[in-house]
C-alpha cells in the first residue's frame, strides 16, 4: 500500500493523468512527484495506491497520551 498524499488527490485524476493543480506552492516539482507515481504503479501494480483525499475511513487513528 502507498499513500500518496497530495501528490495526487484522488483516484480520478490518477486516472486521467491529471496532477493536484494550482493549489500547490511548487508545481514542477508536483508534476514530478506526479510522474514518478504513474512509473510507480505501472512497476509495481499489485501495490494499492491510497489516493490523499480518499483516505477517510480506511484508518483508524489510535492516538497515545505520553
Known amino acids: 500500500m502507498l499513500i ?5 488527490n484522488n ?7 491529471v496532477e493536484s493543480g494550482t493549489y500547490n506552492e511548487n508545481i514542477t516539482y508536483s508534476k514530478l512527484s506526479f ?3 504513474v512509473k510507480f504503479a505501472k512497476a ?3 501495490v494499492e495506491l491510497v489516493f490523499g483525499h480518499e483516505v477517510s475511513g480506511l484508518f483508524d487513528i489510535v492516538y497515545m497520551k505520553l
Open 35 to 37: 510522474d514518478k507515481l
Open 44 to 46: 509495481y501494480p499489485r
Open 11 to 17: 483516484s480520478l485524476g490518477f486516472s486521467i493523468g
Open 4 to 8: 500518496t498524499g497530495d501528490a495526487s
